[in-house]
């Protein structure tokens, strides 16, 4: 038995990450090395190709078909994300129906999480640069500005007011209940004195 890992970068997931996955076997990269791992050799046993998801083979439904056309008679391929092993005996239309879900619903629902994620992260990250003047007086610090200021650190994207809502609240609550604690503050400031 032989067991052989093919990554790409038809995935979310990095090389890095592949790699990490099957760190006891060789690695090939699809497509520029595909022909390596499904080249014939005169070992006997069963030749398993690892691969994350069916979805990393290729790029294009041809491509898959070429691949699996050349896969030597004893062979099969281990997908890791759905725990299967699809058996080069299996019938071409049902793996390339599986490899067109794979990169249908599996990357691409990972990956526009992923997406998703990092989008969020940035305007977090924006939303954090004006968090300590959205609740003062719109007279000193206008939304306009504000926004305008959260929108140069999303890389010059503007932040619109739903957004910043999300994340801080309506302004005017934010800036009532602000102006709230600071009367409050000058109560017991004026107590303690």
Same mark, same amino acid.
Not at 39 to 54: A, C, D, E, F, P
């Given at each position: 038995?032989?067991?052989?890992?093919?990554?790409?970068?038809?995935?979310?997931?990095?090389?890095?990450?592949?790699?990490?996955?099957?760190?006891?076997?060789?690695?090939?990269?699809?497509?520029?090395?595909?022909?390596?791992?499904?080249?014939?050799?005169?070992?006997?046993?069963?030749? $398993?190709?690892?691969?994350?998801?069916?979805?990393?083979?290729?790029?294009?439904?041809?491509?898959?078909? +070429?691949?699996?056309?050349?896969?030597?008679?004893?062979?099969?391929?281990?997908?890791?994300? +759905?725990?299967?092993?699809?058996?080069?005996?299996?019938?071409?239309?049902?793996? %390339?129906?599986?490899?067109?879900?794979?990169?249908?619903?599996?990357?691409?629902?990972?990956?526009?999480?992923?997406?998703?994620?990092? %989008?969020?992260?940035? $305007?977090?990250?924006?939303?954090?640069?004006?968090?300590?003047?959205?609740?003062?007086?719109?007279?000193?610090?206008?939304?306009?500005?504000?926004?305008?200021?959260?929108?140069?650190?999303?890389?010059?994207?503007?932040?619109?007011?739903?957004?910043?809502?999300?994340?801080?609240?309506?302004?005017?609550?934010?800036?009532?209940?602000?102006?709230?604690?600071?009367?409050?503050?000058?109560?017991?400031?004026?107590?303690?004195?």
């Amino acid at each position: 038995m032989t067991d052989k890992a093919l990554i790409s970068d038809l995935t979310w997931r990095s090389l890095e990450m592949q790699k990490a996955a099957f760190p006891d076997m060789p690695h090939f990269v699809a497509p520029h090395e595909t022909h390596l791992i499904l080249r014939k050799t005169q070992r006997n046993g069963v030749l $398993y190709i690892h691969v994350m998801s069916l979805a990393v083979i290729a790029n294009n439904g041809e491509a898959f078909e +070429d691949f699996w056309r050349q896969l030597p008679k004893n062979s099969a391929v281990h997908i890791q994300e +759905d725990n299967i092993v699809l058996e080069s005996t299996f019938p071409i239309k049902k793996a %390339k129906a599986f490899w067109w879900s794979a990169r249908r619903f599996g990357i691409a629902k990972i990956g526009g999480r992923i997406s998703a994620e990092k %989008k969020e992260a940035k $305007y977090k990250r924006a939303i954090s640069l004006i968090a300590d003047r959205w609740p003062k007086p719109s007279k000193d610090w206008p939304t306009h500005i504000l926004l305008k200021e959260a929108g140069l650190a999303v890389e010059r994207k503007k932040v619109s007011y739903n957004t910043a809502i999300k994340y801080l609240g309506k302004r005017p609550i934010v800036q009532a209940n602000y102006q709230a604690a600071q009367k409050r503050k000058e109560r017991r400031n004026a107590k303690a004195n």
